[in-house]
């Protein structure tokens, strides 16, 4: 649908365009116990798109994968992360990966929860300086995403101008609570957009996003 209030993000690099690796999700699954060699993989819409090689030991876990640079062959890497252990306070221990990389001449070792695939190694986001999409927000942007994630939530389609229809089978009073939550955040964000770009925009281009 796309227009005013359907969303738009950009800016520098986010986790949001990197594979991951879920120190959580992948203990779950069974992949750091110790003599575990696997492989996991990334899927989208129920279909495979990339996967990698994993083998466990009992302080670390190897990656094999194959990776290249924009523009580049593909060439085959090998990367050892560490996998430390902490307890909890009602008993058992959590992991964490122990970031590997080294960044002008130092080595990170922050304790992770994710890695990401933002060049050749997997690291944690504070050495490849990404940053979540919700940190390059404006005030603007927030609202109209909050609004969005209840329109969606609703059945409908993100975007001021689509139609809120009640789902079936929801009381009126919660729905009409929901609706005016919607229109309150977007009414916030289109007077936060006029503050801000008002004097900037032409009256065609005014014209372009609220008519």
């Not at 902490?86 to 994710?114: D, E, L």
Request: aromatic share 12%.
């Amino acid at each position: 649908m796309g227009g005013y209030g359907s969303g738009r993000y950009g800016g520098k690099k986010k986790v949001q365009h990197c594979r991951s690796l879920d120190v959580n999700k992948m203990n779950k699954a069974g992949g750091l116990k110790s003599g575990y060699s696997g492989q996991w993989q990334w899927s989208e819409d129920g279909e495979k798109v990339a996967s990698i090689e994993c083998s466990s030991r009992k302080t670390n876990i190897v990656l094999k994968y194959r990776w290249r640079a924009y523009g580049e062959g593909w060439e085959s890497s090998e990367q050892s992360v560490p996998v430390t252990w902490t307890p909890c306070h009602y008993g058992g221990q959590r992991p964490f990966f122990q970031c590997p990389g080294i960044v002008n001449g130092h080595y990170c070792g922050r304790r992770v929860i994710k890695l990401y695939s933002g060049g050749k190694y997997f690291l944690c986001r504070h050495c490849y300086n990404l940053t979540y999409n919700s940190q390059s927000e404006t005030r603007h942007d927030r609202l109209l995403r909050r609004a969005n994630k209840r329109r969606i939530a609703l059945g409908g389609e993100p975007g001021i101008y689509s139609w809120i229809e009640k789902p079936k089978g929801m009381w009126q009073r919660t729905y009409s609570r929901h609706k005016a939550e919607i229109l309150a955040a977007e009414q916030q964000a289109t007077s936060e957009f006029m503050r801000v770009f008002s004097g900037r925009l032409s009256k065609e281009e005014m014209e372009m996003y609220f008519e």
